[in-house]
């Protein structure tokens, strides 16, 4: 369903991190459906580095792309100027820094000072909407799914800089904001959370181990299909665009399927399909990983490492690929992912395609690796 403004336009978007996981699926998801009247996307990467796949190769075309470091006030113009004096309708902003275990200052840089300049430029330029990509790990873990106004308490450092961006641009006079707080995104394509732990049972299973997690088998690792969290981001703004502007306060989602995620479901899938033995260390184990975790971290790391490599080039993979079984030290925390996004569904009227990950959706993953020659 297309949007139409008020001069009975389809709305202009732009996209800042366009050519990241979520900004390269939401672009292509608003160029198949015709949903705007012109497309921007901003990235710091030249499209042919970013390992896009063919399907993208038209939604993130060069003509629609501008390269740009968004956290430079210089480039702000160049970001935002339009033909003619227009402005944007929608902005939203898939970018920052979204690895995790980097030091703070670069997450204060290139996450929390890109969200508080684009932010600052849409409130000046009077954008209709401004979306901002947050994550669910702003809250203060717990196994009880968290809601929109529980405690917070953000458990890594790429949430801690998320959440000053989403409480300084809630601050900033006219800025049309909404916060959508993302669990674990996963999908074809995907190199982050999920597909370490399939590069892991990859390993693994080239060489007859057993697959075994840290911590309790309960501990929440929700997540979100791509596809869903694309729909959601669109569904915000055009939800947001019929309400009176201007809402207060800010209006906040967590975005995350129906299947409540823990580690043993992924463990099961992973023993299903790799057909590996899987299981959990004991608490003595994880009490050990607990005081000692960048010794179990390094551990961890070389033992799935050079194999890792060594499959890639049995397979004749050469290229460089995103895929690695490099386990982050923040990632392995004892830290429940766990959140409730029924507000979302209730205030809006947003329903889910893909309620749960399972075994098919895993596999198309792997499916997608294996098409761009990226799956040993």
């Known amino acids: 369903m297309a949007s139409i403004t008020a001069s009975g336009e389809k709305p202009s978007v732009l996209i800042i991190g366009g050519l990241g996981y979520t900004g390269r699926h939401l672009t292509k998801y608003i160029h198949d459906n015709k949903l705007a009247s012109q497309i921007r996307i901003i990235d710091k990467h030249l499209p042919e580095l970013a390992w896009l796949a063919p399907e993208f190769k038209e939604a993130c075309s060069r003509d629609r792309f501008i390269q740009a470091d968004a956290a430079q006030e210089k480039s702000l113009p160049r970001i935002f100027d339009r033909e003619g004096g227009a402005e944007f309708d929608y902005v939203f902003n898939c970018g920052g820094e979204t690895r995790f275990s980097q030091e703070e200052k670069v997450y204060e840089l290139r996450s929390y000072g890109l969200s508080l300049a684009v932010g600052r430029e849409a409130a000046k330029r ?88 840290l911590w309790k088998e309960d501990l929440r ?112 925390k004892d830290a429940d992912l766990s959140l409730d996004g029924s507000l979302f569904e209730k205030e809006t009227g947003f329903t889910y395609k893909h309620e749960k990950m399972t075994k098919e959706k895993v596999e198309e993953v792997i499916e997608s690796y294996k098409r761009m020659n990226w799956w040993p």
């Open 221 to 332: 690792t929700n997540l979100v299909h791509v596809e869903d969290s694309t729909r959601a981001l669109w569904h915000a703004v055009e939800w947001y665009i019929k309400g009176p502007s201007g809402k207060r306060p800010t209006p906040t989602f967590n975005i995350v399927d129906h299947g409540n995620t823990a580690q043993k479901h992924t463990a099961q899938l992973i023993h299903e399909i790799f057909n590996i033995e899987t299981g959990f260390h004991g608490t003595l184990i994880s009490a050990f990983a607990r005081l000692n975790l960048d010794h179990v971290v390094d551990e961890v790391n070389d033992e799935t490492l050079d194999p890792w490599a060594e499959l890639q080039q049995a397979a004749g993979i050469s290229q460089t690929t995103p895929l690695t079984p490099y386990m982050e030290k923040e990632l392995l």
């Open 126 to 213: 009077k954008i209709k909407c401004f979306i901002e990509i947050s994550t669910g790990m702003v809250y203060k873990p717990d196994s009880v799914p968290r809601k929109e106004s529980d405690k917070l308490k953000p458990w890594s450092n790429l949430a801690k800089w998320k959440l000053k961006a989403e409480e300084d641009l809630a601050k900033i006079e006219g800025l049309n904001l909404v916060v959508m707080r993302m669990a674990h995104v996963y999908g074809p394509y995907t190199s982050k959370f999920l597909s370490t732990a399939l590069c892991m049972a990859r390993v693994y299973q080239s060489k007859g181990k057993d697959m075994r997690f």
